[in-house]
């Protein structure tokens, strides 16, 4: 059910849930403050309790709210990017909700670039929204595809078809140096830049960090010589689509999901996908896929 900014406003203030549009997915919104709201929001997706939802605030002046130490390179991030697909992991404030961290003594938290959606959060305070998607499953980047994934009477403020395509980088900062816990919109050569050194290798928490995720119905098989595999596949019998390599990843990641559900909507027994170039965003396209082709079924 499609809402407007004042009716969406209205339903957070009254404890529902909301899919929002943000510049990387569609995110599934309840008032970070709000326990009850935020239980609403696991039980609509089918999402297990214990993993921690991202806050999303209007502005970096918030961070304060959340965060119990803002260390210099969470200023000089959020300063570089915010409003943008970039989620800083940092020590929480003791009053955020155990059910927003999953009981962690961190908070992921970032400035979201989509105007409805900044404009709402000045209104409602901090909103705490995963992917709008039925738990595994690709993530959406448009408000159709919300009501595909969730059903036609969950409210939708429909703000297009999102510009970035896949989720937020995920950087922690929390540790005891700066780690990559998730490739997403903000290319990691980026952020590595404003920092100045090299990003580790984080732990990655559940449930993007599950090999599964992102999951087509379809099996899928990513390939670096799509044309070759797809024929030896057609030629087993199989009944193959073909999601091509991309030569700008940045535009391919803004159609990944939508491709994604289009194909799988065609009934093939094999979808073959090519992967990107390890650089930029198709550092986020490859994982996506991967985990995609991880979760999905086999021909
Ligand atoms: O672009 C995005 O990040 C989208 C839009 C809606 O903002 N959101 C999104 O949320 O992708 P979700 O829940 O699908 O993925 C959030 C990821 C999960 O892998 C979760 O484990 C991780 O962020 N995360 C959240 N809080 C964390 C924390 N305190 N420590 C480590 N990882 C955390
Ligand atoms: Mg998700």
Known sequence: MRVDADEAARILRAGGIVAVPTETVYGLAAVASDPVAVRRVFAAKGRPVDHPLIVHLASAADLGDWAATVPPAAAALAAAFWPGPLTLVLPRQAGVPDEVTG???????????????????????????????????????????????????LPVLDGGPCAVGVESTIVDLAGPAPALLRPGGVPVEAIEAVLGAPLGVGVRRAPGGLPSHYAPRTALLLSSDVEADAAAARARGLRVAVLPAPSDPAQHARG????????????????????????????????????????????
């Open 256 to 299: 990944l999901y939508a491709a994604l559900r289009a194909l799988d909507a065609e009934g093939v027994d094999l979808l073959v996908a090519g992967v990107a170039a390890e650089a930029g965003l198709g550092r986020a396209v490859n994982d996506r896929l991967r985990r995609a082709a991880h979760g999905s079924g086999r021909p």
């Open 103 to 153: 009981g962690l003594d961190t908070v992921g938290l970032r400035v979201p670039a989509h105007p409805l959606t900044r404009a709402l959060i000045a209104a409602t305070g901090g909103l705490a929204a995963p992917s709008a998607n039925r738990f595994g499953r690709v993530s959406p980047t448009e408000a159709a595809h919300v009501s595909a994934e969730l059903g036609p009477a």
